[in-house]
């Protein structure tokens, strides 16, 4: 599954993904073959950073 370019669709798809399937954002970036440092730009853009002790973007 490749990953929306929206990015108000990419914060629901990757937290779901964290809440279901992944313990930490690592962990869903190497399984789903994406850029770490990618998807925290495009989330930072709206105002969202990630949270490893939530283990989401909040």
Not at 10 to 29: A, G, Q
């Amino acid at each position: 599954m490749n990953l929306p370019d929206d990015a108000m669709m990419l914060l629901s798809v990757v937290n779901t993904k964290l809440r279901d399937f992944y313990k930490n954002l690592d962990e869903l970036c190497d399984d789903m073959n994406v850029e770490k440092q990618e998807i925290i730009e495009k989330l930072k853009a709206i105002d969202y950073e990630y949270n490893e002790e939530l283990n989401r973007f909040v």
